[in-house]
């Protein structure tokens, strides 16, 4: 499993910088080394000073747990780059080239594949069946009786686009099954996303005191740990929420609290719902 140190001790040595130049006014090299060896979690402004350093986005290391399909890390990197930008038409055809489909080797990355796969097929405004049919295969590709990180994606994923359609009884069920014993394997970044898309489908179903409560927990969440990922989605959202409650005061604060996350830890949010 790649993890944030070993992300960013590749990327330093892809550009032969010795840890101490990477410090040099940022931390204390040891501080750095155990970054590395993934003894010590930075906080927010320590990563993003990092990654600046480094010439890195943020986005590359968002999910970096979990959601590789392949061992080839510049096919991982650029679906990932698809996905941070939105790019879902491109991530489309990307997945379905003939390379990527070889390089799809052991049971989770195929179930990261259909997940993938799925998305994709939900945000190029393919048919919901065929998304529900993806992200049903890759939620059902999990081995033991815990939950993974990606095979709780799947789950509140296909939550989404049922809500969507208008099947509220399975999304809630989805979403319940998603969230059950979420916090038992400690904080992950990606469990962000997952709590951040429980609260898009109560938001879908029209149940806004339990989305509005749902995001808020997420933003706790997040801070308490020194995080930034989907916090400027989670603003975002709550603006969606606000509008449409017709709280337009709520609205314009959340906007204005998610454009300046966005412009600091340069994360994109959707235009629309």
């Not at 399909?69 to 990307?94: E, F, G, P, W």
């Not at 993974?148 to 979403?175: D, E, F, H, I, N």
């Not at 020194?226 to 409650?245: F, G, K, P, T, V």
């Given at each position: 499993m790649v993890s944030l140190g070993s992300?960013?001790?590749k990327c330093r040595q892809q550009r032969s910088l010795t840890q101490q130049r990477v410090a040099a006014g940022i931390c204390a090299q040891s501080m750095l080394s155990a970054i590395e060896h993934d003894q010590y979690v930075p906080n927010a402004r320590l990563l993003v000073r990092l990654c600046q350093r480094l010439?890195?986005?943020?986005?590359?290391?968002?999910l970096v747990d979990e959601l590789?399909?392949?061992?080839?890390?510049?096919?991982?990197?650029?679906?990932?780059?698809?996905?941070?930008?939105?790019?879902?038409?491109?991530?489309?055809?990307?997945l379905q080239r003939p390379a990527t489909l070889?390089?799809?080797?052991?049971?989770?990355?195929?179930?990261?594949?259909?997940?993938?796969?799925?998305?994709?097929?939900?945000?190029?405004?393919?048919?919901?069946?065929?998304a529900i049919q993806d992200l049903w295969f890759a939620m059902q590709m999990t081995e033991?009786?815990?939950?993974?990180?990606?095979?709780?994606?799947?789950?509140?994923?296909?939550?989404?686009?049922?809500?969507?359609?208008?099947?509220?009884?399975?999304?809630?069920?989805?979403?319940?099954?998603?969230?059950a014993h979420i916090t038992d394997g400690g904080f992950s970044a990606n469990l962000s996303v997952v709590d951040y898309l429980a609260a898009l489908v109560f938001t879908e179903l029209a149940?806004?005191?339990?989305?509005?409560?749902?995001?808020?927990?997420?933003?706790?969440?997040?801070?308490?740990?020194?995080?930034?990922?989907?916090?400027?989605?989670?603003?975002?959202?709550?603006?969606?929420?606000?509008?449409?409650?017709?709280?337009d005061g709520s609205r314009l604060t959340a906007l204005q609290k998610q454009r300046f996350l966005s412009e600091l830890f340069h994360e994109k949010v959707p235009e629309k719902f």
């Open positions: 992300t960013l001790r010439d890195i986005s943020l986005d590359r290391l968002s590789t399909i392949s061992t080839d890390d510049q096919l991982n990197d650029c679906l990932q780059r698809y996905c941070n930008a939105h790019q879902y038409v491109q991530l489309k055809a990307y070889n390089a799809v080797k052991t049971a989770t990355q195929t179930q990261a594949y259909y997940y993938y796969l799925g998305i994709a097929a939900f945000q190029t405004g393919e048919s919901s069946a065929t033991g009786k815990q939950l993974t990180v990606l095979t709780r994606l799947a789950t509140v994923s296909l939550a989404v686009v049922l809500a969507k359609r208008g099947q509220s009884r399975q999304a809630l069920a989805l979403t319940q099954q998603a969230l149940d806004y005191p339990a989305a509005t409560a749902q995001v808020m927990t997420t933003i706790t969440v997040i801070t308490d740990h020194q995080a930034s990922y989907m916090l400027a989605n989670c603003y975002r959202l709550l603006a969606e929420i606000a509008a449409r409650q017709g709280n």
